[in-house]
T-cell receptor
Framework: RKEVEQDPGPFNVPEGATVAFNCTYS??????FFWYRQDCRKEPKLLMS???SGNEDGRFTAQLNRASQYISLLIRDSKLSDSATYLC????????????FGKGTRLSVIA | NAGVTQTPKFRVLKTGQSMTLLCAQD?????MYWYRQDPGMGLRLIHY???????AKGEVPDGYNVSRLKKQNFLLGLESAAPSQTSVYFC?????????FGPGTRLLVL
């Protein structure tokens, strides 16, 4: 099982739709979780951290399920500007990679 | 406050040539990283540093060397470039865990 797995998409949704991404991780000792956003030909940027109790930032909600080892990102009322690739990021307490990035899920919001 | 900057933005090399990519951060971060990103492969860690004067290997270190002589700078060297090193290279820095990325360097090795 890969350390961090995401559905690559693409997810093509109309404006105003609600869309959810899931990400699974393999290391049960992981403690830190993040969602990053990457626009085409740009650098990744932190979207939000994911806390055990779940957290919300405007139209974005992140949740963590430790028992099943997955995290999710929910985007409500999608905007055209939400079109990007969303990267799931997990810390790995052992090994030689402090953070492991998933390959990303591509979202296209269509007018 | 420029954050993380990278030079150059774009470079074309011939096989066997050498070059150095420079990363600079002005956030006083202890940790710095070099990644490469290839289509379908995601971000892969090449080398990282946990402080001035230290370096460590990441997931794909072969063919690269790094140096962290000053806290704010992290250099990535390619001694003898190969076509397989054609990629987009991102530098990042962090304090605790959140990583902040530079704009990337696009490298083409012919």
């Amino acid at each position: 099982r890969k350390e961090v797995e995401q559905d690559p998409g693409p997810f093509n949704v109309p404006e105003g739709a609600t869309v959810a991404f899931n990400c699974t991780y393999s290391n049960s000792a992981s403690q830190s979780f993040f969602w990053y956003r990457q626009d085409c030909r740009k650098e990744p940027k932190l979207l939000m951290s994911v806390y055990s109790s779940g957290n919300e930032d405007g139209r974005f909600t992140a949740q963590l399920n430790r028992a099943s080892q997955y995290i999710s990102l929910l985007i409500r009322d999608s905007k055209l500007s939400d079109s990007a690739t969303y990267l799931c990021v997990v810390n790995i307490p052992t090994g030689n990679t402090p953070l492991v990035f998933g390959k990303g899920t591509r979202l296209s919001v269509i007018a | 406050n420029a954050g993380v900057t990278q030079t150059p933005k774009f470079r074309v090399l011939k096989t066997g040539q050498s070059m150095t990519l420079l990363c600079a951060q002005d956030m006083n971060h202890e940790y710095m990283y070099w990644y490469r990103q290839d289509p379908g492969m995601g971000l892969r860690l090449i080398h990282y540093s946990v402080g001035e004067g230290t370096t460590a290997k990441g997931e794909v270190p072969d063919g690269y060397n790094v140096s962290r002589l000053k806290k704010q700078n992290f250099l990535l060297g390619l001694e003898s470039a190969a076509p397989s090193q054609t990629s987009v290279y991102f530098c990042a820095s962090s304090g605790e865990e959140t990583q902040y990325f530079g704009p990337g360097t696009r490298l083409l090795v012919l």
